[in-house]
């Protein structure tokens, strides 16, 4: 599989999603920087990383999502290419529109950095196809704007259509229905604010994110 | 010519900061407050011939989420 992670000015979780890409695929993402207008030749996965792009000027992920890079990846997205938002990718992806809703600031204001239990919803989509529905598992948060918010219909569309992927077992930032990630309608572009590249390894402590990374990988290669 | 952009959330979608500065408001004493609401005002110096529909264009498109956002456009007349 040939990834691409994006980078942006002030992305700061790029070279973690880099290792644990490299070390579940097998091969070095290529590192795309936000003023590319096209994607490295055969990519067939995007990565967009957690961070603080643009340093969060005017909202999270307002100026990354029009940059140039992202027209490339929205065309890829469009073309079914899988494209994973994490934490401020996720941020990234609403204000582009490749996912609806937006992220809001936390509900009590403070930032939150923990490990958080949450629950794998939909067990059939290409990236969650490794975890058994209803499965709890263990992803760190690290966030300040995790609050997910969506008008009503849009979050009964959301669970009518089973593209809530991921949901947070406890109150964690005040995000509507304790959504944690969610897919778009053709179930190829995940955005979740926990981090799955931070759980891949003995060291983190925890692997839970590796059957992320690794059913994805099984599916690209099919 | 200069416009003002004020962006404001809409109705019904929570505003934690502006719950966090209504409680410090009381806390120090303020008292009568019945709600807060913080938003942001972007001002922009523009050309001559930049229309209306330009600057709600640009708001569309960048200076507001219009998923949790409102705008208004104030245009001042510069002397």
């Not at chain 2, 001002?43 to 507001?64: F, Q, T, V």
């Amino acid at each position: 599989m040939n990834s691409a992670v994006i980078v942006f000015p002030g992305s700061n979780c790029d070279r973690d999603l880099a290792v644990a890409l490299e070390r579940l695929t097998g091969r070095k993402p290529a590192m795309v920087w936000h003023k590319e207008s096209e994607l490295p030749q055969g990519i067939d996965f995007i990565g967009i990383p957690g961070g603080f792009s643009y340093g969060d000027y005017l909202r999270s992920g307002a100026m990354a999502a029009r940059s140039p890079v992202m027209r490339a990846v929205k065309d890829a997205a469009r073309r079914g290419v899988p494209v994973i938002g994490i934490c401020n990718g996720f941020q990234v992806l609403t204000e582009a529109g490749l996912l609806p809703g937006a992220l809001m600031r936390n509900a009590r204001l403070s930032f939150v950095c923990r490990e958080v239990p949450l629950r794998v919803e939909n067990s059939q989509s290409l990236f969650t196809a490794n975890y058994d529905a209803g499965e709890e598992i263990v992803f760190p948060v690290a966030h300040h704007d995790g609050n997910y918010q969506a008008d009503e219909a849009t979050l009964d569309r959301l669970e009518g259509e089973g593209r809530i992927a991921f949901r947070y077992l406890d109150e964690v930032n005040g995000s509507a229905r304790r959504i944690a990630g969610i897919l778009n309608d053709s179930g190829n572009v995940l955005g979740l604010m926990p981090h799955p590249e931070r759980v891949v390894e003995a060291a983190h402590g925890r692997t839970d994110g590796c059957r992320l990374f690794e059913g994805l990988l099984e599916t690209v290669n099919a | 010519m200069k416009a003002r952009v004020f962006i404001t959330l809409k109705n019904g979608v929570l505003d934690p900061q502006g719950k966090a500065i209504h409680h410090a408001l009381e806390s120090l004493g303020f008292s009568g407050v019945n709600d807060v609401r913080a938003g942001k005002l972007i001002e922009l110096d523009l050309a001559e011939g930049i229309s209306d529909a330009d600057i709600e264009d640009m708001c569309r498109k960048l200076l507001a989420n219009t998923v949790i956002e409102n705008f208004r456009i104030e245009r001042l007349e510069t002397a």
